[in-house]
């Protein structure tokens, strides 16, 4: 398998291709009035914390409304996560915010600016929607309460969703959903846990960090349960065809399969879920991804004539119905 190993960017991108540029307007270094309100409006984080020594990844959650901040602070009660430890003062962050019922997510990175009076404190630099793709894949919000099973390896195998948290070189924590039917979600083999890159926005960002430090943490869920498998270990990208045809699906066959050398692989209770209550889902939001994805690349900085005219294209009334349109249009055609 070493044959197919992925070890540079230059073969990451062969694989799966370079980031396209639009992807890129989509980020902002704040949290807008958007941003805000989908956290305000969210029960559950997934985090990701990391240092020079590696990175772990923990949830949080609650009512909605547990999290707040402004502009360029994002604030986290600490009794509100299920594993406090990891949010150190400088390290680097990553973060995930869901809605119920809502298949986008919010992605929001940055580094702990301090730990006081009860709460981590977040300095904010990069905030963007995720598209729907991992948690429509997992059947994440069609869900009820489930027991999870207690062995490992059974919980494993019915696993459907995973947040994967990384940090790069530069110590710049990411973290991404993953999401599938159970038994194509992960895999166990031997000390391995295996899980597949499927089609999503291509930010090649996100394994370029595993081809710089291939220190990784992941946490696997089982939509209806409140207990996760949270695993640590070193990760390697491989386009290995054996590797890769174990998680095939509707016939479509990965480019890249991710192995996992397991250094720690712990079953938990996630208090975070349990207060969260995410099953059976309650929709009650009436946010716009689309309208939030639009706003985002309005406020975005970057220069150039296609930045610009990618601004001036969002003005046209109308505009955020088609990009609605577009993204459930991809989500039916390049699900695999």
């Not at 869901?98 to 992605?107: D, K, M, S, V």
């Not at 990618?310 to 609605?324: D, E, M, N």
């Amino acid at each position: 398998m070493s044959g197919a190993a992925i070890t540079t960017v230059a073969e990451l991108e062969g694989v799966i291709g370079k980031t396209p540029p639009p992807m890129h307007l989509k980020v902002i270094d704040h949290l807008d009035a958007g941003a805000l309100r989908w956290i305000s409006a969210s029960p559950l984080m997934f985090a990701g914390f990391g240092d020079g020594s590696g990175v772990g990844v923990t949830f949080a959650g609650s009512a909605p409304g547990f999290a707040s901040g402004d502009a360029r602070e994002l604030r986290v009660p600490l009794v509100l996560l299920d594993d406090s430890t990891l949010a150190q003062p400088g390290a680097a962050f990553g973060s995930l915010f869901l809605l119920p019922g809502i298949g986008e997510t919010l992605r929001v990175n940055g580094r702990v600016a301090a730990v006081d009076a009860g709460h981590v404190r977040i300095a904010v630099d990069e905030c963007y929607g995720h598209c729907a793709k991992a948690l429509i894949r997992s059947e994440f919000w069609a869900a009820l309460p489930v027991p999870p099973p207690d062995d490992p390896a059974a919980f494993v195998a019915a696993s459907r969703f995973l947040a994967l948290a990384k940090i790069g070189a530069a110590f710049r924590a990411d973290l991404s959903p993953k999401g599938d039917p159970a038994g194509c979600m992960a895999q166990l083999d031997g000390d391995v846990l295996w899980f597949a890159d499927r089609p999503g926005n291509r930010r090649v960002d996100s394994f370029r960090n595993i081809v710089e430090q291939p220190n990784i943490a992941l946490a696997l869920l089982i939509p209806g349960a409140n207990r996760i498998a949270v695993v640590r270990g070193q990760a390697r990208l491989t386009t290995d065809a054996a590797a890769r045809d174990r998680f095939t699906v509707k016939n479509k066959t990965p480019l890249l399969a991710i192995g996992v050398e397991i250094e720690t692989l712990d079953l938990r209770d996630s208090p975070a879920l349990s207060r969260a209550k995410l099953w059976p889902v309650h929709a009650d939001s009436d946010i716009d991804p689309a309208k939030l994805f639009v706003e985002h690349i309005k406020l975005n900085k970057a220069g150039g004539i296609g930045a610009s005219l990618a601004r001036a294209t969002l003005s046209v009334p109308g505009v955020t119905s088609l990009l609605k349109k577009g993204l459930d249009k991809d989500y039916r055609d390049n699900l695999y």
